[in-house]
């Protein structure tokens, strides 16, 4: 394991051995937020990360019923639809463990994109009360191969978006166009972001991210969470010199 200020990097063999130490991670997170303040309030995002989760989360040791699960990120189509991350969640984890349908805070794609996002704050302000802005307990992200994270993209505008806690996105450069994203002051104002990455096709923008110093910085370098954690395979890990 490697640090530098708030930055930790845990290198794992392969891609189940980085399950096992984020899901270890994650299981650690949720009893020192319980024992806090009786909740574990956690955000997951879809794509590879979601994959890691399902095959995790189901043998790790925890108080199901105090989590409350929101998505750093989701796209804004039907639940029917095989790009929803909700889908994904509820077919392959709800079915697993412990945690039920309510305990996920989910959009709402029958409203538009922008009344979507709208209304996924109200739902955030229902459970984050009295708070000019919420604080997770955790954010689980992933990082894409253009060094993307939640629904936040390379040169875009809402890289800068600082007024709204989750914001709409109509133009998605990844497939689906229209989803709904958490934004930068939501992010970095949370207890710890963790990223997990596997496989030689993160290696070049894992690189760059941990160890560039590119302006303007690439969204998953703007994670500025009280902590960041970063899970990745040897594969993944195969360019860096400073963390390795
Ligand atoms: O589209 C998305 O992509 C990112 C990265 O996904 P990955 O499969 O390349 O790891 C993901 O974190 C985000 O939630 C998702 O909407």
Not at 84 to 103: I, R
Not at 184 to 202: D, L, T
Request: proline residues 6%.
């Amino acid at each position: 394991m490697t640090s530098q200020s708030h930055t930790t990097v845990v290198v794992k063999e392969d891609e189940a051995n980085v399950i096992n130490s984020l899901s270890k991670f994650i299981e650690e997170c949720a009893e020192k937020a319980v024992k806090d303040h009786g909740k574990f309030y956690l955000g997951v995002s879809g794509g590879s990360l979601a994959k890691f989760l399902t095959k995790g989360l189901p043998s790790i040791s925890t108080d199901w019923s105090k989590w409350l699960i929101f998505f750093c990120d989701e796209r804004h189509v039907d639940f029917k639809n095989e790009d929803s991350t909700y889908k994904l969640y509820k077919e392959s984890l709800l079915t697993k463990v412990d945690l039920k349908d309510e305990q996920i805070i989910k959009i709402n794609p029958e409203l538009s994109v922008d009344e979507a996002a709208t209304e996924y704050v109200q739902q955030m302000k229902a459970i984050f009360t009295e708070c000019d802005w919420p604080t997770f307990d955790l954010l689980l992200l992933g990082m894409g191969p253009d060094g993307h994270t939640c629904s936040l993209f390379p040169n875009h505008p809402l890289l800068s978006e600082d007024s709204v806690w989750v914001a709409p996105i109509k133009d998605s450069p990844k497939p689906p166009p229209c989803r709904i994203t958490m934004t930068f002051p939501v992010i970095n104002r949370a207890q710890h972001s963790a990223f997990a990455a596997c496989g030689e096709g993160k290696a070049e923008m894992l690189k760059r991210v941990l160890e560039g110093d590119e302006q303007p910085p690439l969204p998953a370098a703007m994670v500025k969470s009280a902590t960041v954690h970063w899970f990745v395979d040897k594969s993944a890990a195969n360019l860096l010199t400073k963390f390795s």
